[in-house]
């Protein structure tokens, strides 16, 4: 069974950067899209950014586009999410998921596409 661990969430202030780490056990990483999605107290899980199984098509939502950049290095089964110009609005829970039959040219943007997740890291942004 393929595991997926989170890392890399923290505290920081408004206007500063993260990275997040999303790391998985199996050989069949690679053959998998991912995705990062984010829940705050009271909402429910929201998409964030998503990319393909080589890494060749990303897509993500327009309240992070042009602040995050998603990838991923099939090498280390990691996929990484880059978050900058932070704002407190994105403090959540952050979670990374996998398609585990994935189909290229189509925009995993739903949490109940996503077949595995991972425990999720807690992101705070402070104003």
């Known amino acids: 069974q393929v595991q997926l661990v989170e890392s890399g969430g923290g505290l920081v202030q408004a206007g500063g950067s993260l990275r997040l780490s999303c790391t998985a056990s199996?050989?069949?990483?690679?053959?998998?899209?991912m995705g990062w999605f984010r829940q705050a107290p009271g909402k429910e899980r929201e998409f964030v950014a998503a990319?393909?199984?080589?890494?060749?098509?990303?897509y993500y939502a327009d309240v992070v586009k042009g602040r995050f950049t998603i990838s991923r290095d099939n090498a280390k089964n990691t996929v990484y999410l880059h978050m900058s110009s932070l704002k407190p609005e994105d403090t959540a829970v952050y979670y990374c998921?996998?398609?585990?039959?994935?189909?290229?040219?189509?925009?995993?943007?739903?949490?109940?596409?996503?077949?595995?997740w991972g425990q999720g890291t807690q992101v705070t942004v402070s104003s």
């Open positions: 199996g050989r069949t990483f690679s053959l998998y899209g």
């Open positions: 998921g996998a398609v585990v039959n994935y189909r290229a040219s189509y925009h995993y943007t739903v949490a109940h596409e996503y077949d595995l």
């Open positions: 990319i393909s199984w080589n890494g060749g098509s990303t």
